[in-house]
């Protein structure tokens, strides 16, 4: 029994070890889930395993991605004061929409979270 016990507890462990150098090497990699799982040595289906069986590991796992995030945008703001045209347009294509900067029609069609029910009636 007591093998079996230390056992277990040494599993348990290395899981957690392995949680973390996860987690290392997704702030390294700015959140790219395939290359930390190389550089640790699990696969992927391991991590989104982990993901959705453990509620912290996932809420350091969005932290991570909102990090990764925020450097983006910090480096889209430096273009943007750089003077950068594309990065401008990009900005306000994804930001300004409220305003009109869009290059395609958006309808939205919510009804304050009922279902909508649409009948389509198909004759020869």
């Not at 040494?10 to 790219?32: C, N, P, S, Y």
């Not at 889930?33 to 395993?49: E, P």
């Not at 703001?77 to 300004?96: M, N, P, R, V």
Request: proline content about 0%; aromatic content about 8%; some cysteine.
């Amino acid at each position: 029994m007591h093998c079996l016990k230390t056992k277990t507890y040494k599993i348990r462990q290395m899981k957690h070890t392995k949680k973390e150098d996860i987690l290392q090497a997704l702030e390294k990699t700015l959140g790219v889930v395939t290359t930390a799982c190389k550089q640790v040595g699990i696969g992927r289906a391991t991590f989104y395993r982990w993901l959705k069986e453990d509620q912290e590991f996932n809420e350091q796992v969005i932290a991570i991605q909102d990090v990764a995030l925020d450097f983006a945008e910090s480096k889209l703001f430096e273009q943007i004061q750089d003077g950068s045209t594309a990065a401008t347009i990009f900005y306000l294509k994804t930001k300004g929409k409220k305003r009109g900067y869009v290059e395609r029609s958006e309808l939205d069609v919510t009804s304050n979270n009922e279902r909508i029910k649409i009948n389509v009636n198909l004759e020869d």
